[in-house]
């Protein structure tokens, strides 16, 4: 059974920066991807990271954003900069073809 636990999350203020962190027992060479889901709306793609390393942004967040993995240690990152309110969210990651069962989650909040 594949876990993923997510961490990172928290409180900042307009325009400061968090880093996520997804630990996940599977393949390192996975596509995998960070997803959000913010109060009354529903779960959305955030980025993604293939096998070859080629990542995507959703267009809220490019620019500010960076998805990165290391292979080693099984973990995938999100970079998050120049938050806004509108980051504000439980972040998740997942499988981008192949979804798992989903994790707790992180709990990022950008007061302004």
């Known amino acids: 059974q594949v876990q993923l636990v997510e961490s990172g999350g928290g409180l900042v203020q307009v325009g400061g920066s968090l880093r996520l962190s997804c630990a996940a027992s599977?393949?390192?060479?996975?596509?995998m991807a960070w997803y959000r889901q913010a109060p009354g709306k529903q779960r959305e793609l955030v980025a993604r990271?293939?096998?070859?390393?080629?990542?995507n942004y959703a267009d809220s967040v490019k620019g500010r954003f960076t998805i990165s993995r290391d292979s080693a240690k099984k973990i995938i990152y999100l970079q998050m900069n120049s938050l806004i309110p509108e980051d504000t969210a439980v972040y998740y990651c997942n499988g981008f073809y192949n979804r798992y069962d989903w994790g707790q989650g992180t709990q990022v909040t950008v007061s302004s």
């Open positions: 990271i293939l096998e070859s390393g080629s990542t």
């Open positions: 599977i393949s390192s060479t996975v596509a």
